[in-house]
Nanobody
């Protein structure tokens, strides 16, 4: 059974940094891409960052220059380093893993990040 467990979310003040982690039980060789999404109250879930199999990355415009997505050395853990946090970053953050075979994607349960002004 695939497990994704996000951690690292908490209540912080604007301007500080947080790092979210999402270890997976999926073999790294079977992972295509890993993503972080977020969903703020009353809003649709949005893609925050993606890291591909070759470690290429892409970011939402709203977080470029502040957030960094990376993989652990075993390549089956994904991190999101969030710097200069803003109140508008407040959301539940979810990790998502895209599996090569059988084709599927998996979600974690989410971790709450709350940024106070």
């Amino acid at each position: 059974q695939v497990q994704l467990v996000e951690s690292g979310g908490c209540l912080v003040q604007a301007g500080v940094s947080l790092r979210l982690s999402c270890p997976s039980s999926i073999s790294a060789i079977n992972i295509n891409a890993m993503r972080w999404y977020r969903q703020a109250p009353g809003k649709q879930r949005e893609l925050v960052a993606i890291i591909g199999r070759g470690d290429s990355t892409n970011y939402a415009d709203s977080v470029k220059g502040r957030f960094t997505i990376s993989r652990g050395s075993a390549k089956n853990t994904v991190y999101l380093q969030m710097n200069s946090l803003k109140p508008e970053d407040t959301a539940v953050y979810y990790c998502n893993v895209d599996v090569i075979w059988p084709p599927n994607d998996y979600w974690g349960q989410g971790t709450q990040v709350t940024v106070s002004s």
